[in-house]
């Protein structure tokens, strides 16, 4: 089977929408994200989508020191892409979120390529009590903020964290998404294969709704044609009904409990794991093949764990 008829399997491990009262299998310390994100690896993920939080609190933290001991751990104890988040949390400057990128200098990084509503505040209709008092403001400041991506903070993310040979899951959470990463490939700021990430069901983005989905698909392959690989996540409970309909569309797909805590109707998912054995079931049952990681670097052009800053670190530790 041939590179292309490769699926790849993203687990998004713990991200910054879903905060620590919302479900007791949410990894919070860094023992647990390790944990979770090598559970995800075994069952099939090729790449690791990873955040970092306050140990004692659960809130997003966006600091080098953070992710330190969970790049160092991870990249000693599974051969999966390791992708850091450049979208922290929508609280967050810019600055303050590329810094673990441009200090660890891994293969992946994401990179959110336009400024957007980004509204979690309907969760609130849904939890009534709290852990941390941070959670309850954190969730209704999503009604009054902007996730911010202007057009100079995406060239100055891109050429600060591309310096070191980083290349960037392009997160797309709406159509004009596609045009701006366009724009700059145009400009020759970045190179192909292009890893796009379209995001569907988060409120301020795009819908889930099918037409959404292919929609998505037809404009990315119209101004992307073969320089692309492209990828779908679903939001929340329509995660695995997005995931499949990206697969028939030929894409590869992300889950992960930052995306969606569920792995069925009013049932929570007890770790990422069960999410990447539901994805990769569901890959070979349409008579697809995963990616190994090595596969995926070969397909995103890849730079190798062995020229990621954490590797070097860890290896002298």
Known sequence: MSLSDKIIITCAVTGSIHTPSMSPHLPITPDEIVASALGAAEAGAAILHLHARNPETGRPDQSPEAFAPILCELSQRTDAVLNLTTGGAPTMT????????????????????????????????????????????????????????????????????????????????????????????????????????????????????????????????????????????????HQMRVAAAGLTLGGNIRVGLEDNLWAGKGRLSVSNREQVDIAHALVEGLGLSVATPDEARAILGLKGCAKTGFLNRGAMM
């Open 94 to 237: 810019v600055a303050e979120r590329i810094k673990p990128v441009v200090e660890h200098q891994p293969e992946l990084a994401s990179m959110n390529m336009g400024s957007m509503n980004f509204g979690l505040y309907p969760m609130l209709d849904r939890y009534t009590e709290f852990k941390h008092s941070w959670e309850p403001e954190y969730l209704e400041g999503s009604r009054a903020n902007i996730f911010r991506n202007s057009l100079s903070d995406i060239e100055q993310a891109m050429a600060a964290c591309g310096r070191n040979g980083t290349r960037f899951e392009f997160e797309c959470y709406d159509i004009g998404h596609l045009y701006t990463l366009a724009h700059f490939v145009a400009r020759g700021l970045v190179t192909p294969p292009f890893f796009v990430q379209s995001v569907f069901g988060l409120l301020g983005g795009i819908g889930n709704h099918g037409e959404d989905i292919a929609h998505m698909r037809r404009t990315a392959d119209r101004l992307f044609g073969d320089d692309y690989r492209w990828s779908v996540l679903g939001a929340g409970r």
